[in-house]
């Protein structure tokens, strides 16, 4: 049976459809202006059966960017919260809406040419994100990945304590541990100061670290080192007098 065949503006076949009538074959094409016009040949020439409905043709998807937002560390890493803006465009039929998934998560599809999507917890994230034009037109979907590390490294100090007391002959050793469970460890380092010549005296054992992401951390200890000392020895015991002014000798343990 006969059909109604319609082309583009550039000539390009859009489709056909059946056509209940006289039998005639006629052509739908649509100019550089989108103005549709419906026409049939008879007789050799082409005979136009209507023109001027403004007909407004998309068949072209939106374009979507974003725009991420964020304290930059080191190593492509974030050190604060991160918000991505996403804007789409779209010259035929206009945007309809935004769609996004965080982490692979639900679908959060927002009205409108634009969305933010906020990250705030340490990790790596990654944003797939599509706009969908009144038309029905489908972008395909971009993606985005968005690392996140806040969290300084953390430091245990290890052997000697802080604010702790310790005899001369029995200091433990100080040492220490780091670790960073997101970007890693990058340096760390650790001092040792104060004392006399004997051993003795206050110390302060400082440990410092830093990550991948560019956050640092730092650990005190600050302690005292003393003499044994246990009493007085022979001769001198409570047990006995003294008399007024006579000399004592007497030895420190």
């Known amino acids: 049976g006969p059909f109604i065949k319609v082309f583009n503006n550039t000539g390009t076949s859009l489709g056909s459809w059946r056509f209940i009538g006289d039998g005639q074959t006629y052509g739908i094409t649509i100019d550089s ?13 082409q005979i136009r059966v209507f023109e001027g409905y403004n007909y407004n043709a998309d068949t072209q998807a939106p374009a979507t960017t974003h725009v991420t937002t964020g304290t930059p560390g080191s190593n492509a890493w974030y050190v ?50 599509y706009a969908v034009d009144n038309a ?3 972008e395909a979907a971009h993606c985005v990945s968005v690392s996140i ?13 802080d604010g702790a007391s310790y005899t001369l002959g029995a200091v433990p050793t100080a040492g220490y541990s780091v670790t960073d469970n997101l970007s890693g460890v ?8 104060g004392g ?28 005292s ?6 009493g007085f020895l022979e001769p001198v015991s409570l047990d006995r007098p003294f008399w007024l002014g006579s000399t004592i000798p007497v030895k420190f343990q």
């Open 33 to 45: 202006n989108n103005k549709v016009f419906v026409s049939t040949y008879m007789w050799g020439h």
């Open 80 to 129: 604060s919260d991160v918000s991505i803006s996403l804007t789409a465009t779209d010259s035929g039929s206009g945007v309809k809406e935004i769609r996004y998934r965080v982490n692979g998560g639900t679908e959060v599809v927002v009205a409108g040419s634009s969305a933010s999507v906020n990250l705030t917890t340490d990790g790596i994230h990654s944003v797939s994100y």
């Open 136 to 138: 029905g037109n489908t």
């Open 149 to 161: 590390d806040k969290t300084p490294p953390a430091i245990t100090i290890t052997g000697v304590s």
């Open 186 to 193: 990058a340096s760390q380092n650790a001092t040792l100061t």
């Open 196 to 223: 006399n010549a004997n051993g003795v005296g206050a110390y302060t054992y400082i440990v410092t670290a830093s990550d991948l992401a560019g956050n640092s951390a730092s650990a005190t200890a600050t302690y």
């Open 225 to 230: 080192v003393v003499y044994n000392f246990s």
